[in-house]
């Protein structure tokens, strides 16, 4: 039961909690001669890290990574990869009041139904700090796809609660604090970031996610579409409940003739499909985007009940983000990246055969 494994061919498993020791992973079936370093890894895991940015949360972890196994002399051996963050700023105190409650929102009641027991530091193994061991991992992911493939993955934050833009400029976000794809508009979420803390409120985001230079034919039909699989893993990650690829939802209100991606001897037309057709890649970009809830951890009281069923109003006190979507870009990145890898590698052993000739590069006859 790999309930903490994610991939087939690439595999990550983590283990560790919001205010244990420490996090860690193994990651497997990582191709040999791959250049990796800490200071590679680590790159990634400071976009992600608690006290980031200042409209995030006020905890500071350092988040620094070790690589214990699988890399020689700056390169990959082939096998496994194992990874460890040590965890340094953990107040476990701030939740000694609510071991007995049920935050509305959380893990906690769901949890102590179906294992019976529960951390309440934090949340324990539902917090979001598992992530960074997904961040961790997905940098080499990312390392392997563009060494093996020349496949690069991006992202940015294009809503904050009902701030928006239809702009994607992953570039820009990196140069702003809140990962926003049109900086245009910082002086404006900074205002309403202020005013979430001020009301002891929060908000959600949507991020969205694209994969540059993938081939085609990456992906299988039916079960393992790619879409699928893409959808299941920034699914899995925290706060997210809604994942679109290409077009999405909005393709609901199109006609078939304006949805449909039509071919020309250049090349696609258009990509309402996000890059993905009948579970396969097309060859065209591949886009993603994912609708993260508003954190649940605020100063305002909620309604719920205690282990006793006693029904009682909580405050969750502690150190949390306003809004979880402003430091989830690298997680959708990683989460994309480690799903791309799986796909190609699976492709490699099943079609590896295969020599793709492409058909926009065709002469046309006649």
């Not at 949890?111 to 193994?125: A, E, L, S």
């Not at 920034?234 to 994942?243: E, F, H």
């Not at 999405?248 to 696609?268: K, S």
């Not at 006793?308 to 006190?317: F, K």
Request: proline fraction near 5%.
């Amino acid at each position: 039961m790999g309930m903490n494994t994610f991939g087939e061919l690439f595999t990550v498993t983590t283990c560790g909690e919001s205010h244990g020791r420490a996090l860690a992973c193994i990651v497997d079936g990582v191709p040999p001669g791959i250049r990796i370093s800490e200071e590679m890894l680590q790159k990634e895991l400071d976009r992600r890290r608690p006290g980031s940015t200042r409209f995030g949360t006020p905890r500071s972890e350092p988040d620094t990574v070790e690589i214990i196994s699988g890399v020689f002399e700056g390169v990959t051996t082939g096998t496994p990869v194992g990874l460890i963050i040590r965890n340094t700023a953990q107040r476990s105190q701030d939740y000694a009041d609510i071991k007995n409650v049920f935050r509305p929102g959380h893990a906690d009641f769901t949890y102590t139904v179906k294992y019976g027991v529960r951390d309440y530091r934090g949340g324990g193994r539902a917090s979001a700090r598992e992530t960074a061991m997904r961040v961790a991992a997905g940098a080499i992911a990312k390392a392997c796809l563009k060494e093996l493939f020349n496949v690069t993955v991006s992202g940015c934050v294009t809503a904050i609660g009902p701030i928006s833009t239809p702009r994607y400029d992953a570039a820009a976000a990196l140069a702003n604090p809140f990962n926003f794809a049109d900086p245009s508009l910082c002086p404006k979420l900074e205002e309403y970031i202020n005013t979430l803390r001020e009301e002891h409120d929060s908000c959600g985001a949507i991020i969205e996610v694209r994969a540059h230079n993938v081939p085609a034919g990456w992906g299988s039909p039916v079960f393992d579409r790619l879409d699928a699989t893409i959808a299941q893993a920034l699914m899995s990650i925290n706060a997210v409940k809604g994942v679109e690829i290409g077009d999405g939802f909005a393709l609901a209100a199109l006609r078939g003739t304006e949805a449909r991606d039509e071919i020309r001897a250049a090349g696609f037309m258009s990509n309402h499909m996000g890059g993905i057709l009948g579970g396969v890649s097309s060859g065209q970009e591949i886009r993603a985007r994912i609708a993260l809830k508003p954190t649940s951890s605020i100063l305002s009281p909620g309604k719920s009940i205690d282990t006793e069923g006693h029904e009682i109003d909580v405050v969750t006190r502690g150190r949390h983000d306003p809004c979880v979507g402003i430091r989830a870009v690298p997680i959708a990145e990683a989460m994309l990246a480690l799903t791309l890898l799986d796909a190609a590698l699976t492709d490699r052993a099943q079609c590896g055969h295969v020599v793709r000739e492409s058909l926009f590069d065709r002469k046309q006859a006649g």
